[in-house]
T-cell receptor
Framework: DTAVSQTPKYLVTQMGNDKSIKCEQNLGHDTMYWYKQDSKKFLKIMFSYNNKELIINETVPNRFSPKSPDKAHLNLHINSLELGDSAVYFC??????????????FGSGTQLSVL | AQSVAQPEDQVNVAEGNPLTVKCTYSVSGNPYLFWYVQYPNRGLQFLLKYITGDNLVKGSYGFEAEFNKSQTSFHLKKPSALVSDSALYFCAVCEYSGAGSYQLTFGKGTKLSVIP
């Protein structure tokens, strides 16, 4: 069974559209994340979310909104897509532990292409 | 803010030779350092971490990393490279992101190519 699963794997869409990427984890973890990997493979955190609170990265445009119906799911909704949003988006999860044990489990990624 | 730097975009090594992927860190306080590997079209996988204790940390797939406080480095090493080790390697540091949460901040990645 896949521990962290994302859908869709590939997403091709037009500028201005609204799209969502879904993520589910079956590890019983309390914390989930969204990361963006650009064309140069640079990986940057977008959001983290645990049982208590959504932690928003200030550099993320407010067109991006994470939604968590329960602790096993963290979906990413993107409004008014722009060309620069093209990237691979990774979902990840971890136990809510302290900084000495922050081991992440990653999904296989969603490659978003905005035309 | 905590950060890590990977000075090499790409490392090429012949199969069977030892490999080193470099990482330096900049943190305030005790560093909590990690290495992750990304195979093509896959998500990142945890390799190893340094929290405290021995400076030489052993991880998955025969990899190890050496923590050097004086040089603020955490280089990834393997005594004998395999073609299957070819992948993208990320160094990361854990930092507090607020409201009781922690996050990993990654370096820009180093592409390792092992040549048969």
């Amino acid at each position: 069974d896949t521990a962290v699963s994302q859908t869709p794997k590939y997403l091709v869409t037009q500028m201005g559209n609204d799209k969502s990427i879904k993520c589910e984890q079956n590890l019983g973890h309390d914390t989930m994340y969204w990361y963006k990997q650009d064309s140069k493979k640079f990986l940057k955190i977008m959001f983290s979310y645990n049982n208590k609170e959504l932690i928003i990265n200030e550099t993320v445009p407010n067109r991006f909104s994470p939604k968590s119906p329960d602790k096993a799911h963290l979906n990413l909704h993107i409004n008014s897509l722009e060309l620069g949003d093209s990237a691979v988006y990774f979902c990840a999860s971890s136990q809510e532990l302290d900084e000495s044990n922050e081991k992440l489990f990653f999904g296989s990624g969603t490659q978003l292409s905005v035309l | 803010a905590q950060s890590v730097a990977q000075p090499e975009d790409q490392v090429n090594v012949a199969e069977g030779n030892p490999l080193t992927v470099k990482c330096t860190y900049s943190v305030s306080g005790n560093p909590y350092l990690f290495w992750y590997v990304q195979y093509p079209n896959r998500g990142l996988q945890f390799l190893l971490k340094y929290i405290t204790g021995d400076n030489l940390v052993k991880g998955s797939y025969g990899f190890e990393a050496e923590f050097n406080k004086s040089q603020t480095s955490f280089h990834l090493k393997k005594p004998s490279a395999l073609v299957s080790d070819s992948a993208l390697y990320f160094c990361a540091v854990c930092e507090y992101s607020g409201a009781g949460s922690y996050q990993l901040t990654f370096g820009k990645g180093t592409k390792l190519s092992v040549i048969p």
